[in-house]
């Protein structure tokens, strides 16, 4: 727990410097007129669209599952099968806003993402014994710029760098831990109701870093009905019973390369390369102000559990294992802060 909470703070303390008062964001500058003659910029968000999640805390809940294939030892190609009763995951997330004018909306964020796994007759097995007794930890800080050109074209860019592992009180954190991902859109307001855009990622949703062509689109077809989508990563349909109360089905990608030391081996690191892919539905319900209540419930669907012997593995002889997980239920409750 102590590295947990360490890995976490250290990247508060980063972002404390550039907090703005919230009062910053509030503004709806669509909402005023321009003098003639005055450039005016298109909005980053389309009607009844979800709300911006400022501050986050969550916990999911992942049922038990098969965990087949896992290999005894180095020198040892025998392969064993595991049972998981359950994975407890604690989630934290921060995005600050830095700069939110007309012309710019830049925010600098900070994530947290801990999974504990809870395996059946673990220590006899090098590989589950460590997975048993530590969590699967990735820590990390973003950035996301929003840039209107005009009154209809708009350019996005995000990057992030996680610190990624199996960490515990004698791990040293070096770069074999980090990944770094990135995405650049470019796009169109067609109306308050319609936004889309393209562009490319570079990302370890996967599990391995990939790079793939992305499509941007939020919509809002009437006062009830919207969709969301940021695909190949994520996408959701989305249903407003009001402007407080909203419930989506759809689809994430989640994953990342964890580095993971495991004893008595010749290697000094093997890396996860673990990516999830959640069908799901959500709702989210304000409960007073700017604070709002999540739920959600889906199914865990093993898209990579791969355990590789060098860093960005991706040959058959780089890997040391791979698992075919497998695919139980899950929920995930939140509470969030959030912008208007």
Excluded at 216 to 237: Q, R, S, V, Y
């Amino acid at each position: 727990m102590k590295i947990h909470l360490t890995i976490l703070l250290s990247c508060l303390s980063f972002l404390s410097f550039s907090q703005t008062d919230s009062t910053d964001i509030l503004e709806d500058y669509s909402n005023y007129g321009e003098p003639e003659g005055v450039k005016r910029y298109t909005t980053q968000k389309v009607l009844n669209q979800t709300p911006q999640k400022i501050i986050s805390l969550g916990y999911d809940y992942t049922g038990e599952f098969h965990m087949p294939g896992i290999r005894i030892a180095e020198n040892i190609t025998q392969l064993e099968d595991r049972h998981v009763n359950q994975v407890n995951v604690f989630r934290a997330q921060l995005n600050i806003p830095v700069v939110a004018t007309n012309k710019i909306i830049w925010q600098l964020g900070a994530n947290y993402w801990g999974s504990q796994f809870q395996v059946e007759n673990a220590n006899s097995n090098s590989f589950t014994k460590l997975i048993n007794q530590s969590s699967l930890i990735s820590a990390g800080i973003n950035t996301t710029i929003f840039k209107p050109l005009n009154e209809t074209n708009f350019l996005i860019f995000q990057a992030s760098a996680d610190v990624n592992g199996l960490f515990t009180e004698n791990t040293k954190v070096t770069s074999n831990a980090l990944t770094v991902s990135a995405t650049a859109i470019y796009g169109w307001k067609k109306s308050e109701k319609n936004m889309i855009g393209t562009g490319i990622a570079r990302s370890y949703r996967a599990g391995r870093m990939m790079y793939f062509p992305v499509l941007f689109w939020n919509k809002t077809f009437n006062d009830k009905w919207g969709m969301e989508l940021l695909l190949p990563a994520k996408g959701h349909i989305r249903y407003n019973i009001n402007t407080s109360n909203m419930i989506q089905a759809g689809f994430e990608l989640e994953g990342n390369q964890f580095s993971m030391p495991i004893p008595s081996t010749q290697r000094d690191l093997f890396f996860i390369q673990r990516g999830e892919l959640k069908p799901r539905i959500m709702w989210d319900k304000k409960i007073t102000g700017f604070l709002w209540f999540s739920a959600q419930v889906g199914l865990r669907y093993n898209y990579r559990f791969d355990v590789m012997n060098t860093y960005d593995g991706k040959e058959n002889n780089e890997r040391y294992f791979t698992s075919k997980l497998g695919n139980p239920l899950y929920f995930n409750i939140s509470l969030n802060l959030v912008s208007p």
